[in-house]
């Protein structure tokens, strides 16, 4: 079993969280924060937005000035509901069905849900470059990729804490999600956008929130690839959104539920991943 990280150790603190090899990765220096550590480790009560839209107020947060316009603000609302008062507590509607947990993030587990996302990424992305579908050309070169930066990340962890990479399972949770999407690809697009937004989405918002606190408690504090972006992020999901929305107007009133219906599943594929970070 992983051991705990340094600053998991004198204080468990809460979380919500929903139920939900070496060759060819490239070496790089993380950016390592100047914060001092008694401000790194704040031992306050932390409610992690799993698959969190509502990033406002957080470290990181990014202006969507349009989140709430055309279809993907009907596909934002559905995804706010399954969200609890503690996860998002202007929007949430869902009940809390258990305590919060402790969280025990480890090293270990960490480098797992990098190996993990990766999987998603990779399959997302290499959908949306070689056009699965017509619809998704409108999606490539959108500045939202991550797989480039988890390998550098998985690199860096292997590298800096001599950890071995653990190759993803035919039964693990990246794997898994990668044969639904590559199905909903195939057979059901609106379904696929639904997945492809909630994950590029949920990553820019409580996404870095979680990241930001996983590197305080385990990583010296170091910021992550995965976590930056080049450019205007705020431009880049506008962009996307209106893609989105260009899109949902040309699909049918059944092609638009399917995409809506697609949310619980999108939160549930994304759980079981987040899971292993403290695995």
Known sequence: MAALCPSARPHLRPVVVRDAGRRGLPRRSPTLSKTPLARRHNTAPFAVRAHGHSG?????????PNKMSGFVGEMRQVAMKLHTREQAPKEGKAESKSPPRAFAPTREGYLQFLVESKVVYDTLETTIAEAASPQFTGFQN??????????????????TY?????????DGPGMEYSRLL??????????????YYNTYFA???????????VASMCLDSAELEFYKYEGDLTQKLE???????????????EQ???CLDSTMDSFKYSGSIMQAIMS
């Open 256 to 258: 638009r539920q399917r």
């Open 56 to 64: 406002a107020g957080t470290k990181g947060a990014v202006a969507e």
């Open 162 to 170: 001599d950890l071995e990479v653990p190759e993803p399972k035919e």
């Open 142 to 159: 959108s500045g939202l990729e991550r797989s480039e930066a988890l390998a550098k990340d998985i690199a860096w962890m292997r590298d």
């Open 203 to 213: 990553h820019t918002a409580g996404g870095r929130m979680i990241g930001n606190k």
């Open 239 to 253: 962009a996307v959104r209106g893609e989105i929305n260009s899109l949902a107007e040309s699909w049918t009133a």
């Open 182 to 195: 590559r199905e909903f690809a195939t057979n059901d697009p609106p379904a696929f956008i639904c997945h």
